[in-house]
């Protein structure tokens, strides 16, 4: 199966080109959603790609054009770490983007990566019921997601039976590679999104992106499995990670 039509696939030179197209969709959407409903609910995840996503949002002319009074954030998922930990998400985010930024501290949801992860997940469960209070799942503004070069995405690793999850909002991921334990965001949530932006840069993602995109993701990666049932599906890809989508999967 090749990128449907309801799939947009955009190419940028580098992952700066990348991240300031991020940051530009992030800007449209929460100027259109101030507007329209007054707050936007964004989820982040961890990893490399995004952190110069973050800085740039930290920095004019991104910081001024966003209403960070009305922007609330979340996550799609954490590693089950205290916040002040290298590996935290929350930290990651923190330190390039939150803390720089005038938003207030009750519009931050972070995942709980200190207590145990069922726990962490039962009350990140609660605490997006409470904000959200749509059945039986939330409806992000905006997910903004990685992949892995296993094909993971947030922390739904392939062959994992939070994959299989259908009603749980949130999850406690157990393994023992990779470590730490985590908490991660189902299926059923990333699907319900209005929005999902996916962010990939690296010629070690290209083949993953290749048996997504034009193999009909045999392997059923979770990245792969990703399709908003009512919302819209992007991905932003740097020339490394595109090297084997063909010429027709896109427009150049
Ligand atoms: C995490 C993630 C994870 C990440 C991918 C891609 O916390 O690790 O949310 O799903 O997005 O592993 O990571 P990179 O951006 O480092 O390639």
Not at 102 to 109: D, G, K, L, T
Not at 174 to 181: D, G
Not at 189 to 199: E, M, P
């Amino acid at each position: 199966m090749k990128a449907g039509a309801d799939t947009r696939i955009r190419i940028f030179a580098d992952l700066e080109a990348l991240s300031q197209a991020a940051a530009d969709f992030l800007v449209s959407l929460s100027r259109d959603a101030a507007v329209s409903k007054g707050g936007f609910a964004v989820a982040f995840s961890g990893g490399s790609t995004p952190q110069r996503f973050f800085s740039l949002l930290a920095t004019s002319p991104y910081r001024e054009q966003i209403a960070w009074a009305s922007m609330y954030i979340f996550w799609a998922d954490e590693r089950c770490v205290p916040r002040e930990h290298p590996d935290s998400n929350y930290k990651l985010a923190h330190e390039a983007l939150l803390s720089k930024v005038p938003i207030p501290e009750e519009n931050i949801h972070r995942i709980k990566g200190e207590k145990n992860p069922e726990q962490a997940a039962r009350e990140y469960e609660d605490s997006l019921r409470q904000f959200f209070g749509t059945h039986p799942f939330p409806v992000f503004d905006l997910i903004i997601l990685g992949v892995g070069v296993d094909g993971h995405t947030a922390s739904l690793f392939p062959g994992t039976t939070a994959v299989h999850e259908r009603t749980r909002i949130a999850l406690p991921v157990y393994a023992e590679v990779p470590k730490p334990s985590r908490v991660t965001l189902t299926l059923p949530v990333l699907n319900n999104a209005a929005q999902v932006l996916f962010l990939a840069s690296g010629r070690e993602k290209a083949v993953v992106l290749h048996e997504i995109h034009e193999d009909g993701n045999p392997k059923l990666y979770p990245a792969g499995l990703v399709r908003p049932v009512h919302g819209r599906l992007t991905w932003l890809i740097d020339r490394g990670a595109a090297s084997l989508l063909a010429e027709q999967t896109f427009p150049r």
